[in-house]
């Protein structure tokens, strides 16, 4: 099965995403860092998890994987939108995590069109 190089170059920038969010989270409040923080590691696991699986299976099932991603990257700018109004992160961490966020939303935009359907088809 010939791999999508978006899925591949996707992969590594998740990776960043979440080496990036866990020394942020980390200096979470102590009962943030259990909530919030909790929830955030947990879909950014997800997120990952799903688009290895997506590049294991057959082309047709993806969407379905894809579109749970993308809910996965909407879910976590909620949250990061949640921590940057509770000024529990600052405006220059807010903005990084959201551009490294979109990376991944474009490619995932990219593997979703390139399966020649409408993203939320």
Known sequence: MVKNNNELIMI???EKYIEYMLTVL?????TEK???????????YEML???LLASKIDKNKRLQIYNIVDSHIYYQRICI??????????????KYSNELL???????????KSLGVKKYA
Do not use: A
């Open 102 to 112: 979109s990376e991944i939303g474009k490619i995932l935009g990219g593997l979703i």
């Open 12 to 14: 590594p920038k998740i």
């Open 81 to 94: 939108r949640i921590l940057y109004n509770h000024k529990w992160i600052d405006e220059k961490k807010y």
């Open 34 to 44: 259990f909530s919030i923080g909790t929830e955030i590691k947990t879909s950014m």
């Open 49 to 51: 998890k799903n688009v």
């Open 26 to 30: 980390l200096k979470l409040p102590r």
